[in-house]
């Protein structure tokens, strides 16, 4: 299809090449997506900072 990687035909011609086809597959998406805390803590410190007052190091206290 685009050109690189093994031929869908030659995946599945076994068990143990689909089997070693789909764990790579699972690999990939665990190590790309972000833990949903992690999400949300980033999340939250950017509506910190969004909400912030911003305090300028010259205004009198």
Same mark, same amino acid.
């Given at each position: *299809?685009?050109?690189?990687?093994?031929? *869908?035909? =030659? +995946?599945?011609?076994?068990? &143990? /090449?689909?089997?070693? &086809?789909?764990?790579?597959? @699972?690999?990939?998406?665990?190590?790309? @997506?972000?833990?949903?805390? +992690?999400?949300?803590?980033?999340?939250? /410190?950017? +509506? +910190? =900072?969004?909400?912030?007052?911003?305090?300028?190091? &010259?205004? /009198?206290?």
């Amino acid at each position: *299809m685009f050109g690189f990687g093994p031929k *869908m035909s =030659q +995946v599945f011609a076994s068990r &143990w /090449k689909a089997l070693t &086809w789909s764990l790579g597959i @699972l690999a990939t998406a665990y190590c790309t @997506l972000p833990a949903a805390d +992690v999400a949300r803590e980033h999340e939250t /410190k950017q +509506v +910190v =900072q969004a909400t912030a007052a911003h305090k300028s190091p &010259w205004a /009198k206290d």
